[in-house]
């Protein structure tokens, strides 16, 4: 069904592994046209809590682009190209449960790019991070030189893109690159962790957060935030959580 990833649903959690290993999971064209099947249309409307995204085999994440297709890009391909990986990504950093990263290994330019729409990044303890574009005389395309300087700061990302430097999960989570560090074999079982805690809050509250953050790196972020807040009043869940608060128990969420 997917040329390039592995999709397994388990516990209303899908995982979805980029499936390279030999290119290091490198992100081709039949890679972007699986996750835009993937995020477009197949993940389930329903019942999801959340997303992982993870690299097959214990060496990569991703370690960027795939190189090789760049060697017939010219201008006018090299702009669609760069548009496309952006779309996929921002259809990623706006999905509406929360997608998180599950860095096991490199994590290199176009694949540090897609950890940072992710929402969250956990990290094993020898993934290693770098915009390198640099090194190849292009610069980072789908969307890394504006996440990075949002995770990190303007100073750090120029730093980091400028020299092409390959930071350590630990250096990268002191930036606030990466949410938490562990153990390389721990990296999926901490991502689910994760995503079991958030799996137990309002539905709702947490689609309008992830919505109304990422709306404050557009324009109108506190224009949104406050739009949220008004959506989320009307909602059963909204009276729930302030009844179950007030009765001292734990509210039953309906995800309406
Ligand atoms: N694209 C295509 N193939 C890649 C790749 C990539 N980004 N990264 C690794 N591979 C392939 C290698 O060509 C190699 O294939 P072969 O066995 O057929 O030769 C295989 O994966 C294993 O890689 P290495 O032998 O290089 O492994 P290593 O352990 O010696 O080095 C590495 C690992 C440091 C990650 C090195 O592979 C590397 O530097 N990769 C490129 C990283 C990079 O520059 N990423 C940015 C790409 S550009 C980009 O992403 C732009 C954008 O934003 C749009």
């Not at 995204?53 to 214990?58: A, L």
């Not at 250096?171 to 995503?195: F, H, P, S, W, Y």
Request: glycine fraction near 10%.
């Amino acid at each position: 069904m997917y040329k390039e990833v592995q999709l397994v649903i388990q516990d209303q959690i899908a995982i979805i592994t980029i499936n390279r290993p030999k290119a290091l999971n490198a992100l081709n064209t039949d890679v972007f046209t699986d996750l835009i099947q993937l995020f477009g249309n197949d993940l389930p409307k329903q019942d999801l809590r959340g997303v992982i995204i993870t690299g097959s085999g214990n060496k990569a994440f991703v370690a960027g682009a795939d190189i090789k297709e760049f060697l017939t890009l010219d201008n006018d391909k090299a702009m669609a190209l760069s548009q496309r990986g952006q779309d996929i990504f921002m259809t990623i950093e706006n999905f509406h449960v929360p997608v998180v990263a599950a860095v096991n290994g490199f994590a290199l330019g176009g694949g540090c790019e897609l950890a940072m729409a992710c929402h969250i990044r956990v990290a094993g303890r020898s993934a290693k991070f770098g915009q390198p574009e640099v090194n190849l005389g292009i610069i980072p395309g789908y969307g890394g030189t504006q996440r990075l300087a949002q995770l990190v700061g303007k100073g750090k990302a120029m730093e980091l893109i400028l020299t092409g430097d390959m930071i350590g999960s630990e250096e990268a989570e002191r930036m606030g690159l990466v949410n938490k560090v562990c153990d390389d074999q721990d990296v999926l079982e901490e991502t689910i962790k994760i995503l079991n805690k958030i799996c137990t809050k309002a539905p709702l509250a947490i689609r309008e957060s992830i919505s109304a953050i990422n709306a404050g790196f557009n324009q109108d972020g506190f224009k949104a935030e406050v739009t949220s807040f008004g959506r989320l009043a009307d909602s059963a869940d909204f009276k729930e959580g302030a009844l179950a608060f007030i009765e001292k128990r734990k509210p039953n969420w309906k995800g309406c």
